[in-house]
Each structure stands twice: as C-alpha cells, then as structure tokens.
C-alpha cells in the first residue's frame, strides 16, 4: 500500500475528550468549531475550540473516549469558568448524571454517534468504520469519581454505560491526584474492587504517584493512562515517570499521549512545540516497552484549551495525519503507525469491554 493511500484510509481513535464539559460551558457540539469561533468569543476563557461533531465526522477520528467530568469548585478559577462546578457530593453527581445523559442523548437522536457500550458494539462500529461509514463511535468515562457518591452505586452508573474510570483528576474522596498528592483512600479501594467486579476499566492518569502504586496492587483488572505524557521530558506529577510507564508495560496496558503545548516541553524553554516533540514522548514509552504497543493518542483536545495550545502545524482535526506523515518519517513502520492510530487502543478497549457482551 503506498503511503498516500495508506494515510488516506487511516482512522483513529481518541481517548480522551472533554465532549461533554463543554456542553456545559454552553458550547454547541453540533455547531463546526470554525463557525463556532467565528460567531463566539469565547477562545480566551476555554481556547479555540477544535472539537466539534461535524469536526469529528469530517476528520478521520472514528471513535472517541467522551469524559464525565465535574469540576470542582475550588479549581473553577483555573477555567475561569462558568459551567456547573461542585461544593459537595450530590452537586457532583448531578453533574455526572447530566453529562452521561448527554452522551446517550445524542447517540439516540443523532444517527452520525453510536453508543458503545458492549463488545459487540465495538466490533460493529469498527466493521463499519473499515467500510468507510463516516460515524462516531463514544465510549463513556469519568474523569475524577466523586460523582459516584459511594462505590455501590457503580452498578446504576454501568447500566447506564459509564465504561471507564479515572479515580482523580486533583484529589476526590477516592484517592491523591495532580497537585494534590495522597493515596488511595478506603473508599477509593472499595471503588476499585467494585470497579473490577463490575468490569470497568481503571484509568490511571492524573493519580497521584502513591495512589497510582496503591492502584496496581489493589485492581487486577485492566488498565490504562487514556491521557498523560512522560516525566522524562515534562518533569511534574502530571506526568508518568519512567517506573510508572514500565509498571503500565507489564500490565499491557496503553498510554495515550496528549497533543498539549505545555504537556510536551516546559513553558520556560521558550519555544512552539512542534511534531518532533510529540514523536520524542510517544518513542521513549516505546523504548521503555521495548515496542510499540503501549502508546496510542489522548488529545484532550478542548479540555480547557484549544488551537492556541496544539504542537506545530497542527491546526485542527484534519491535521491528524501530519502526525503520521512525521512518524513514518522518523522510522515508524505502517504497522507502527495503525498501531498508534487505532490498533492499540482497539486492544485495549476488546478487552477492557469483554465482560460486556
């Protein structure tokens, strides 16, 4: 297959999108992210919008991991932002329920989104997506937990199609996380356990170091990081140290490494990331694994930033493939390349959703 050809029919999977965080912000899902910026000057609060449906469906993503995430009120500030944010736990799940029902409201009402909930949904969508059928595929996960208000709540959030977790985002009664180190707490290792009898699978990213290492004890179960860079080159409790990622390898689990300015090089060097930097993360996760299964791409495109913050040239969805192009350059095989793109994360989401058939 020559390359034009072979980039032409790539597709990719993202694992993680603020989709549905900024529908409470007030912004359109359905509206094109140009018309949106265009029409709404909103850019400097959350950045230049990049992720909208029509975007999606005209770009060669195919399937999305679409976050419930509730934010905290004491780190409203951070957005400056005027979407729902949570005092206390009740106020946390209503958003987490609004959220989740978002997503299956727009699965039911718009035929471009299916709602992937079982394996079989998984296998149908990718058939069609090698057909050429331009449709998007969700699967749903929280991203911090304490809309979950107790962990035997799980069982209602599941039925309804919640997939996977994230336990933190800063710290939550279950457990430390960015910029708020601590371990897991005993609830966060009641999650875990209903988490892994429910067959829900755990991702580690944004955990605190000591409740990451609690987590691999406690949760058997599979596992994954849906968006986080290496500490090697972004030195802060954000990112996975090089024991972390190692510790992840074994598990065979997936990193999916976030195409974010300041996730890619220190803000005091100066200097626009560019693709080269994005290819710098995504090879050391795959000299530490000592191949290339264990890296995948988790934009968090629009997850408090836009355009304005993306590695050079990329400028929106369609410019996907210039990271492809990049990686074939630097030696990537095509192989490598699908892998990154989809296959991995296909790996990890078939056996992350066995239990449902």
């Known amino acids: 297959m020559s390359k034009p050809e072979f980039l032409e029919k790539l597709y990719m999977i993202d694992s993680h999108q603020d989709i549905a965080w900024n529908v409470g912000l007030g912004r359109d899902f359905l509206e094109p992210a140009a018309s949106w910026r265009s029409r709404v000057n909103d850019g400097a609060k959350y950045g230049e919008r990049l992720v909208t449906l029509p975007d999606l469906i005209a770009s060669q993503v195919r399937l999305v991991i ?59 969508h990718l058939a069609n997506v090698e057909l050429g059928i331009k449709q998007l595929g969700l699967i749903a996960s929280m991203e911090g937990a304490d809309p979950i208000v107790h962990p035997t709540e799980l069982a209602d959030w599941v ?129 530490l694994a000592g191949h290339t299964r264990a890296v995948a791409i988790g934009t968090d495109w629009d997850g408090g930033f836009g355009s304005e913050s993306i590695p050079a040239p990329l400028t929106s969805l369609d410019d996907l493939p210039l990271l492809a192009e990049a990686l074939l350059k630097n030696g990537f095989s095509e ?19 066995a239990s449902f058939k």
């Open 66 to 124: 679409g976050t419930i995430f509730a934010l905290p009120a004491r780190s409203a500030n951070m957005f400056e932002s005027q979407s729902p944010a949570y005092s206390n736990d009740q106020e946390a799940r209503q958003i987490g329920l609004d959220q989740l029902e978002y997503y299956n409201r727009l699965a039911a009402e718009d035929e471009r989104v299916v709602m992937i909930r079982t394996l079989a949904d998984l296998e149908t």
């Open 159 to 287: 039925s309804k199609g919640l997939r996977l977790i994230g336990p933190a985002w800063r710290s939550t009664r279950y457990c430390g996380g960015t910029a708020e180190p601590g371990p897991l707490t005993p609830l966060g290792y009641e999650l875990l356990a209903e988490m892994e009898r429910q067959g829900v699978i755990l991702d580690l990213s944004h955990m605190a170091e000591e409740s990451f290492y609690n987590s691999l004890e406690a949760y058997h179960g599979p596992i994954i990081a849906s968006h986080s860079n290496c500490r090697h080159y972004v030195n802060t409790d954000r990112q996975l140290s090089d024991d972390m990622i190692r510790c992840m390898v074994e598990r065979d689990a997936v990193i999916g490494v976030v195409l974010y300015n300041r996730f890619l090089v220190w803000p005091d060097e100066g200097r626009k990331p560019d693709l080269d930097d994005v290819i710098r993360h995504m090879s050391r996760i795959c000299d």
């Open 335 to 353: 192989e490598d390349v699908k892998g990154i793109f989809h296959g991995n994360w296909t790996r990890a989401l078939r056996r992350g959703l």
